[in-house]
């Protein structure tokens, strides 16, 4: 069995906890299996697009760790309280001083690991040796 058949076994097993989780009325059955598929559906998306590369697992792996981590300091910070303590962090509770500071830092820094993977020249490279092995612009030029 290859990879790629293991990994969507593996989004099917998580997907089924997370209906269970929704059946049952538990956030953190649902939450936290949703961040490794989020990781296993990027590094599906970047895979496909450049095959031969090892940043794509870098940067889907480092977006899932990074996320678990804030899910797991937000759900130590609140102890199953929706608010948490009642000490404040910049004028908010601290699960929203989580929230306003952290994501927002955690999804520019996914662009930004975004854009070192995919540089134009390594892009332009896959799509020439795609274009090249399948055929597909021969195909194209002579259907204009």
């Known amino acids: 069995m ?3 058949n293991r990994l969507i076994y593996a989004l099917l097993g998580l997907v089924i906890l997370m209906l269970i989780g929704m059946l049952i009325s538990s956030w953190r059955v649902v939450l936290y299996p949703l961040l490794p598929v989020i990781g296993i559906s990027m590094l599906f998306g970047y895979t496909r697009e450049l095959p031969s590369r090892k940043w794509p697992l870098l940067v889907a ?3 899932v760790v ?3 981590l804030l899910f797991t300091v937000l759900d130590i910070m609140t102890g199953g309280e929706p608010t948490g303590s009642t000490n404040y962090v910049l004028g908010m509770t601290p ?3 989580l929230y306003i500071i952290s994501f927002p830092s955690i999804v520019v820094l ?3 690991l975004y854009g070192l993977t995919f540089k134009q020249e390594d892009v332009q490279e896959v799509i020439q040796e795609r274009e090249a092995f399948t055929g597909e612009a021969g195909r194209e030029e002579g259907t204009q």
């Open 2 to 4: 290859g990879l790629s």
């Open 61 to 63: 792996g480092s977006v």
């Open 66 to 68: 990074l996320f678990g």
């Open 95 to 97: 699960p929203m001083a």
């Open 110 to 112: 996914t662009g930004i």
